[in-house]
């Protein structure tokens, strides 16, 4: 119980650091990615995706301990399963620059 405060505290400082700009090497990927793979996409928009993804699933792991059953568990892993599967998509497409043939 404890434990799960302690990370959705930790998910939404590291949210608001992203959203707030400060926290790009926070983002997995992009901060062992070269400049070239760097250029490809906008930082704005991805700060924005991943941040936004900490800052849902925050006080969604909170909301799991008002119900400690297992339904609720399965009920959040659910969730967390299908936000990754979104947030793969987008940042794999909206987030992209355009190339200029």
Excluded: H
Excluded at 67 to 74: D, H, L, Q, V
């Amino acid at each position: 119980m404890i434990v799960l405060i302690i990370l959705a505290v930790v998910m939404l400082i590291m949210g608001i650091i992203i959203l707030l700009g400060k926290g790009d090497n926070l983002i997995a990927g992009y901060n062992t990615a070269s400049k070239e793979e760097r250029s490809q996409y906008s930082i704005k928009r991805l700060r924005g995706l991943i941040g936004g993804f900490l800052l849902i699933l925050a006080p969604t792991m909170v909301l799991l301990l008002s119900e400690e059953s297992i339904a609720a568990g399965f009920s959040f892993i659910a969730l967390t399963f299908v936000l990754c599967i979104i947030l793969v998509i987008l940042a794999n497409t909206w987030a992209k620059k355009k190339k200029n043939k």
